[in-house]
Antibody
Framework: QLQLQESGSGLVKPSQTLSLTCTVS??????????WSWVRQPPGKGLEWIGY???????YYNPSLKSRVTISADTSKNQFSLKLSSVSAADTAVYYC?????????WGQGTMVTVSS | QAGLTQPPSVSNDLRQTATLTCTGN????????AAWLQQHQGHPPKLLSY???NRPSGISERFSASRSGNTASLTITGLQPEDEADYYC???????????FGGGTKLTVL
C-alpha cells in the first residue's frame, strides 16, 4: 500500500529556508507515469499547489512561487524534498506531499510549518 | 489566490442531493476536466473523482462528477452526516503550466 510521510522543521524563522522531505513507501518515485507534488494549505484556507518533480527528474513550479522553490529527489532513499527560501509569515501552512497522475490521488498526512521569529 | 471558482458554502437536508460547482476557463476545466477532493477537518484531502467522472477504487457511487463547458459539477446523492466536509476542485492549467485549485466549498448536511 502506497504511503507518503512528510518530515522536516516545524518552525522556521523569517527570511530563512524551509526544508521538508517526503518519504515514499509502497512505490518507487522513479517508476514511470507518476509525478510527485507538494501542496500547502494555510490555516483555515484552501489548497495551493507548490510544484512537482516528474519521474524523469523534470520539475514544474507554481509561477507565483517559482523564484523561491526547489524540488529535488533522492531515488536511493525513495524520497523527494522541498526547499522554499526567504520565507515569511504568509508561508505558514500545512505542507502535504502527494502523488499525481491526472489528479492528486494519494496524500501524506501533512506537516505544519510555522514561520515565526 | 484560487484559480477556479467555487461557492463558499452549500447545504441540504439529510438523504437529499447536493450539487457543487467549479468554474474555470478553456485552459483548465474546459480543456483537461476537473478532479474533486473531499477534506474533513484535520485530515488530508481525499480524491473522489478525476477526469470529470472517474472514481478511484472505494469511492461511493453516491459521488458523481460531470462537466459542461468550463464548469465542472460534483453531485452527491443521499446525503449522509459524514459527507459534511470541504470539497475542492482541481485542474491542470495548460496556460499557466500549473495545477490550480478552487477555493473550496463547505458542505453542510442539515
Amino acid at each position: 500500500q502506497l504511503q507518503l510521510q512528510e518530515s522536516g522543521s516545524g518552525l522556521v524563522k523569517p527570511s530563512q529556508t524551509l526544508s521538508l522531505t517526503c518519504t515514499v513507501s509502497g512505490d518507487s518515485i522513479s517508476s514511470g507515469i507518476y509525478s510527485w507534488s507538494w501542496v500547502r494549505q494555510p490555516p483555515g484556507k484552501g489548497l495551493e499547489w507548490i510544484g512537482y518533480i516528474y519521474h524523469s527528474g523534470n520539475t514544474y513550479y507554481n509561477p507565483s512561487l517559482k523564484s523561491r522553490v526547489t524540488i529535488s529527489a533522492d531515488t536511493s532513499k525513495n524520497q523527494f524534498s522541498l526547499k522554499l527560501s526567504s520565507v515569511s509569515a504568509a508561508d505558514t501552512a500545512v505542507y502535504y506531499c502527494t502523488r499525481e497522475i491526472d489528479a492528486f490521488d494519494v496524500w501524506g498526512q501533512g506537516t505544519m510549518v510555522t514561520v515565526s521569529s | 489566490q484560487a484559480g477556479l471558482t467555487q461557492p463558499p458554502s452549500v447545504s441540504n437536508d439529510l438523504r437529499q442531493t447536493a450539487t457543487l460547482t467549479c468554474t474555470g476557463n478553456s485552459n483548465n476545466v474546459g480543456n483537461q476536466g476537473a478532479a474533486w477532493l473531499q477534506q474533513h477537518q484535520g485530515h488530508p484531502p481525499k480524491l473522489l473523482s478525476y477526469r470529470n467522472n472517474n472514481r478511484p477504487s472505494g469511492i461511493s457511487e453516491r459521488f458523481s462528477a460531470s462537466r459542461s463547458g468550463n464548469t465542472a459539477s460534483l453531485t452527491i446523492t443521499g446525503l449522509q452526516p459524514e459527507d459534511e466536509a470541504d470539497y475542492y476542485c482541481s485542474a491542470w492549467d495548460s496556460g499557466l503550466s500549473a495545477w490550480v485549485f478552487g477555493g473550496g466549498t463547505k458542505l453542510t448536511v442539515l
